[in-house]
């Protein structure tokens, strides 16, 4: 899997919108980005996936660059409880061919939402 | 729909002592991931089930550290005897194979159970 690069941490008021940026540089063409949350004392979560356009579900939208060298998921409108490590992962989805593998975990960004 | 089960949530015990953690998976997930997390750090795969067999367990320190999934459901994981860097946080994910044509693929995580070795 290819790896990914976040930033150690990042502040966001409450009610604005949390960008999370990610670095994929080495990206290989059938790999999806992936993300999940971890909230404190609790397993990892996911949040969206995407190969190459931007998507949006109920919890979150990601924003996939055209040369899907880097993404970003936006939180629209955080509250407090989004306050997470948040995990950027590449893969190839078991749908596409990949394997069942494990997840390839890095530090993540640890986001803090202010009140 | 009950998520994944994992007991105990927490356990504290002495180094040198044996412990066993428990993961119940979620209702028909074939494939079952125990991971291992590190204060500060992102979880790391340890094994990997896919029914009853570990297909995958390059991860797992052998000579301390065993997992069973007799029958494909639940699934075990055993450190004997445990070492004062065994202190982490043991996470059980489960996950089953998609639907052809069927986009989702993620893993589901149970809660942790937090080792502290004393």
């Known amino acids: 899997d290819a790896k990914t690069t976040q930033p150690t941490s990042m502040d966001c008021a409450e009610g604005r919108a949390a960008n999370l940026p990610c670095n994929h540089s080495?990206?290989?063409?059938?790999?999806?980005v992936y993300w999940y949350r971890q909230i404190h004392s609790q397993g990892p979560q996911y949040i969206i996936h995407?190969?190459?356009n931007n998507e949006t579900n109920e919890m979150a939208s990601l924003i996939i660059t055209e040369d899907r060298k880097s993404s970003t998921l936006i939180l629209p409108h955080a509250t407090l409880r989004d306050t997470a490590v948040y995990y950027c992962i590449v893969r190839v989805p078991l749908y596409s061919g990949g394997g069942a593998d494990g997840l390839t975990f890095g530090k993540g960004t640890h986001l803090i939402i202010q009140p | 729909e009950a998520g994944v089960v994992q007991s105990p949530r927490y356990k504290i015990i002495e180094k040198k002592q044996p412990v066993a953690f428990w993961c119940n998976p979620i209702s028909g997930h074939n494939t079952l991931y125990w991971y291992l997390q590190n204060l500060g750090q992102g979880p790391e795969l340890l094994i990997r089930?896919?029914?009853?067999?570990?297909?995958?367990d390059s991860q797992l320190p052998k000579d301390r550290f065993s997992a069973e999934r007799l029958k494909g459901v639940d699934s075990t994981l055993k450190i004997q005897p445990a070492e004062l860097g065994d202190s982490a946080v043991y996470l059980c994910?489960?996950?089953?194979?998609?639907?052809?044509?069927?986009?989702?693929?993620?893993?589901?995580f149970g809660p942790g159970t937090r080792l502290t070795v004393t």
């Open positions: 080495t990206i290989s063409g059938n790999e999806y």
């Open positions: 089930y896919e029914n009853e067999e570990a297909v995958d």
């Open positions: 994910a489960s996950t089953s194979v998609p639907i052809v044509g069927h986009r989702l693929y993620e893993q589901y």
């Open positions: 995407g190969l190459k």
